[in-house]
């Protein structure tokens, strides 16, 4: 299933203020946005109950901001360990770490950023817009009663969630 022949625009513009977005190749972006449409679509036949199991799920999961923050500090703090214990050389892991992720903050860019990327890490905007759309799904927002067909319904979802 294309994101690009359910959406009314190509998925490259889907999300198109989130710097990560516009920095990830657009095959990889296709595929993050492709499984989470299949997941909508997936949740479009399901109850409101487990609907609502989903969102809490969405709600627990990392996103990338998150887990680049968390493996910095990890890095950051080992190689600062390290060097107390071991020899002062462990410092240039934290000197890296902090490097790497100076050029994350200042460009959305980096080689951790690339690898996350590529095993489908999500933005936490890429999160929501799919939250919000199991939101409409489960009729928290009444703009979609008109739509009666489920796969209708949940492309319908996916559009009104985007920002």
Same mark, same amino acid.
Not at 40 to 66: C, M, N, P, T
Not at 79 to 108: E, F, N, P, Y
Not at 131 to 155: M, P, Q, T
């Given at each position: 299933?294309?994101?690009?022949?359910?959406?009314?625009?190509?998925?490259?513009?889907? @999300?198109?203020?989130?710097?990560?977005?516009?920095?990830?190749? +657009?095959?990889?972006?296709?595929?993050?946005?492709? +499984?989470?449409? %299949?997941?909508?679509?997936?949740?479009?036949?399901?109850? +409101?109950?487990?609907?609502?199991?989903?969102? %809490?799920?969405?709600?627990?999961?990392?996103?990338? &901001?998150?887990?680049?923050?968390?493996?910095?500090?990890?890095?950051?703090?080992?190689?600062?360990?390290?060097?107390?214990? %071991?020899?002062?050389?462990?410092?240039?892991?934290?000197?890296?770490?902090?490097?790497?992720?100076?050029?994350?903050?200042?460009?959305?860019?980096?080689?951790?950023?690339? +690898? @996350?990327?590529?095993?489908? /890490?999500?933005?936490?905007?890429? /999160?929501?817009? &799919?939250?919000?759309?199991?939101?409409?799904?489960?009729?928290?927002?009444?703009?979609?009663?008109?739509?009666?067909?489920?796969?209708?319904?949940?492309? &319908?979802?996916?559009? @009104?969630?985007?920002?």
């Amino acid at each position: 299933m294309q994101v690009e022949v359910l959406l009314d625009r190509p998925a490259s513009e889907i @999300l198109i203020r989130d710097n990560v977005r516009r920095h990830t190749p +657009a095959r990889l972006n296709r595929k993050i946005d492709q +499984a989470m449409m %299949k997941r909508v679509v997936e949740y479009s036949k399901k109850s +409101a109950e487990e609907i609502g199991v989903h969102i %809490k799920e969405l709600d627990q999961e990392w996103d990338l &901001e998150r887990i680049v923050e968390t493996g910095a500090g990890t890095f950051a703090l080992t190689g600062l360990l390290m060097s107390g214990l %071991k020899s002062r050389k462990w410092l240039v892991i934290s000197a890296a770490t902090l490097g790497v992720l100076l050029q994350h903050s200042l460009t959305r860019r980096s080689l951790p950023i690339k +690898a @996350l990327r590529a095993v489908g /890490i999500r933005t936490r905007r890429e /999160i929501d817009a &799919e939250k919000y759309a199991l939101r409409v799904l489960r009729g928290d927002f009444d703009n979609l009663k008109s739509v009666s067909e489920e796969s209708h319904r949940a492309i &319908e979802a996916l559009r @009104l969630s985007r920002p």
